[in-house]
């Protein structure tokens, strides 16, 4: 089964730290581009961060200098680790693949992809 899964999601305290994976099942990811993005209660999913096939980065303002995605293409895996959390970043965490063959920046503002994850719940309490 072609599948993404998230994982390392939880309850941690503000200013604590957790670590994401993007787990890809059925496919190998070195030709993707992975996107990370975040839906907070009552609002709608936003991209926060993406890594290029080539690992080029991109944040969005709201966690930049905070999160830092990774990639570890011999596990088939993108990691997202959250520092400094605050109760804003508290959502659920989706991961979503498209190919990145043509170019090598990745977008946080694409509305197509190949593959998604189930989310995993991040809530940072104050």
């Known amino acids: 089964q072609l599948q993404l899964v998230e994982s390392g999601g939880g309850l941690v305290q503000s200013g604590g730290s957790l670590r994401l994976s993007c787990a890809a099942s059925g496919f190998t990811l070195d030709v993707y581009a992975i996107v990370w993005f975040r839906q907070a209660p009552g609002k709608e999913r936003e991209g926060i961060s993406c890594i290029s096939r080539s690992s080029i980065r991109n944040y969005a303002d709201s966690v930049k200098g905070r999160f830092t995605i990774s990639r570890d293409n011999a596990k088939n895996t993108v990691y997202l680790q959250l520092n400094s959390l605050k109760p804003e970043d508290t959502g659920v965490y989706y991961c979503?693949?498209?190919?990145?063959?043509?170019?090598?920046?990745?977008?946080?503002?694409?509305?197509?992809?190949?593959?998604w994850g189930q989310g995993t719940q991040v809530t940072v309490s104050s």
């Open positions: 979503a693949a498209y190919k990145n063959l043509l170019r090598p920046m990745c977008s946080i503002g694409r509305t197509v992809y190949d593959y």
